[in-house]
């Protein structure tokens, strides 16, 4: 169901250094800007990354987002255990007129 | 305090209607364009239905003809309409509020959830 494809999993050990991939195509990440939530356990997603690299205030400048042709990417440094969640990338897709979301990712922190 | 609270959530026949609500506090609940998202298990998040400030609709796909969006802005409140319930229906619904600069769009905020079971 999901247009944009993530790995189902991540982990890192504290302080180290996490990507998570998101592969979309050339109606949505290619042409549109690639927002980021992240979802704690047991709550709503939250805002984490939008316009492919910005940061709401708030949200610790361990985390940065990239795009490049038609993926984009979510890199959080430092790794903390507060950082276990699952993450979400997301899009507007020009062919099917309507925001599509990514596979979401799970981070474990080890 | 800015927030999005959702209600209306239950267990309910395959076949039969829920009406889910969203009570807006915080903001000027008029001027923005608000979307239901769910959540499943098995599917992800999921968009579903929009209604924007001049109360124009869209619908996904999967929920086109069966639900319906609606807003009452004097009562900073959304409502989703959801009729000939399946079970792949069963899920945890969010509104979410999509704030639009000239450059980007993005959900940046979200209610916290209610959950809608569609089982026998």
């Known amino acids: 169901q999901s247009v944009l494809t993530q790995p189902p999993s991540a982990s890192g050990t504290p302080g180290q250094r996490v990507t998570i991939s998101c592969s979309g195509s050339?109606?949505?990440?290619?042409?549109?800007?690639v927002n980021w939530y992240q979802q704690l356990p047991g709550t709503a997603p939250k805002v984490l990354i939008y316009n492919n690299n910005q940061r709401p205030s708030g949200v610790p400048d361990r985390f940065s987002g990239s795009k490049s042709g038609t993926s984009a990417s979510l890199a959080i440094s430092g790794l903390q255990s507060e950082d276990e969640a699952d993450y979400y990338c997301?899009?507007?897709?020009?062919?099917?007129?309507?925001?599509?979301f990514g596979t979401g990712t799970k981070v474990t922190v080890l | 305090e800015v927030q999005l609270v959702e209600s209306g959530g239950g267990l309910v026949q395959p076949g039969g209607s829920l009406r889910l609500s969203c009570v807006a506090s915080?903001?000027?609940?008029?001027?923005?364009?608000i979307h239901w998202v769910r959540q499943s298990t098995g599917r992800g998040l999921e968009w579903v239905a929009a209604?924007?400030?001049?109360?124009?609709?869209y619908y996904s796909g999967s929920v086109q003809g069966r639900f319906i969006i609606s807003r009452e802005n004097a009562k900073s409140s959304l409502f989703l309409q959801m009729n000939s319930l399946r079970a792949e229906d069963t899920a945890v619904y969010y509104c979410a509020r999509k704030y639009c600069s000239n450059s980007y769009c993005v959900y940046d905020m979200w209610g916290q959830g209610t959950m809608a079971t569609i089982s026998s």
């Open positions: 997301a899009a507007w897709d020009d062919s099917l007129v309507r925001d599509v």
């Open positions: 209604i924007g400030t001049a109360g124009d609709t």
């Open positions: 050339s109606s949505n990440i290619a042409t549109n800007i």
């Open positions: 915080g903001f000027t609940f008029s001027r923005y364009d």
